[in-house]
């Protein structure tokens, strides 16, 4: 079987196995990252029908026992409510702290799970088993966690990195072509980060033919920021590449809007801006634009600049008076930007004026 192995020096340090076919695989790698344990797998009603049954088979046969939980698909159910669901069904079924929880979804999955595991009697450890291209390339890796208060998304969590990351490229093949290009933003996100390479494969709109290798260069890019920075307190924000004015615009949508598509949105205006302040390589947003466009995505907001600006005050990664953006220099060079929240308005007005 073609697998990509990257190692994550971060937590107790942890392998991301990346091929077609791994579910099949995932009972192996569990028992030998975690030894003897029980596992519980967390999955949602939508992924239950396509891979529940693989994954418990192959727990099954790995001697790991498995227990299994699914909650309803959506959005709507990465709360408090769920987590205490999942935190109830661990206790029911005897779990102790030397068993494992299991990921087996999206972004929803990945994060309520791994919240639910770093608080289950004071922390259990868990594996991530990602189903999309945007959890595979982002959300799965390096050990964010949480659910949504109702004042906000992801406002309750902990960092806790997963034992390993099982990612079978084949489950994209069930994604609807939106799903599938909202993790084909996050991925030219790496692109416009640090890998031209990257880039060029996505504006060649060649993605599909080599999908698990694209994933597991994102996938590294994204390890080794985590490696320098766990906690997110300096380069792991590089990250957030269109996500201050993405946030602003899922926050406005009532978070109908995608996020990836949001993140796209957002890379094409921060580039825009950019350009305007001398700092960005002309050229950068054409081909940032061009290119998303060619993967399904849009690059412009009805939005005004007034009411983005008020949704981007609310965000996570202001700090005091000062936000830090994310700015392109050119493809496959980004910078990091601390500026006065005030200054934030004139960037988005600046962005938004072709
Ligand atoms: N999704 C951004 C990060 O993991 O830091």
Do not use: W
């Not at 529940?52 to 959005?75: C, H, K, Q, T, Y």
């Not at 993605?207 to 390890?223: N, P, W, Y």
């Amino acid at each position: 079987m073609e697998e990509f192995l990257v190692k994550i020096n971060a937590g107790g340090g942890y392998n991301v196995h990346i091929g077609p076919g791994m579910i099949s695989e995932c009972g192996k790698i569990i028992s030998s990252a975690a030894g003897q344990c029980r596992a519980a797998v967390v999955t949602d009603s939508n992924v239950e029908i396509l891979y529940l049954r693989p994954v418990m088979d192959s727990l099954e046969a790995a001697g790991l026992d498995p227990i299994s939980f699914v909650f309803p698909a959506g959005e709507g159910s990465k709360n408090l409510h769920i987590l205490s669901e999942i935190l109830e069904s661990f206790a029911d079924n005897g779990l102790t702290r030397s068993d494992i929880a299991v990921a087996l979804g999206g972004g929803v999955t990945g994060d309520i799970t791994g919240f639910a595991a770093g608080v289950y009697m004071r922390g259990i450890r868990y594996v991530q088993i990602p189903t999309t291209l945007l959890a595979a390339v982002d959300s799965s890796v390096g050990g964010k966690t949480a659910v949504d208060l109702s004042s906000g998304k992801n406002l309750a969590g902990v960092f806790l990195q997963p034992s390993a990351v099982i990612c079978d490229t084949n489950t994209f093949n069930t994604l609807a072509p939106d799903v599938f290009s909202d993790g084909a933003a996050e991925s030219i996100k790496y692109g416009i980060l640090t890998s031209e390479h990257i880039f060029e494969v996505f504006e060649r709109g060649e993605v599909r033919k080599s999908v698990s290798e694209l994933v597991s260069e994102c996938v590294s890019i994204k390890g080794r920021l985590v490696e320098e920075d766990e906690h997110d307190n300096s380069v792991r924000r590089l990250l957030n590449l269109g996500h201050t004015i993405g946030h602003a615009i899922e926050n406005l949508s009532g978070y109908t809007f995608p996020h990836g598509h949001a993140v796209a949105i957002g890379m094409v205006m921060i580039s825009r801006a950019g350009e305007k302040m001398g700092f960005t390589e002309i050229g950068t947003t054409d081909r940032i634009e061009k290119c998303l466009i060619r993967n399904g995505l849009p690059t412009s907001t009805d939005y005004d600049p007034e009411a983005l600006y008020n949704a981007a005050l609310s965000d996570k990664k202001r700090s005091g008076d000062n936000i830090t953006i994310v700015v392109p220099k050119r493809i496959g060079r980004c910078e990091l930007m601390t500026i006065k929240v005030s200054e934030l308005f004139d960037i988005i007005s600046l962005s938004a004026q072709r």
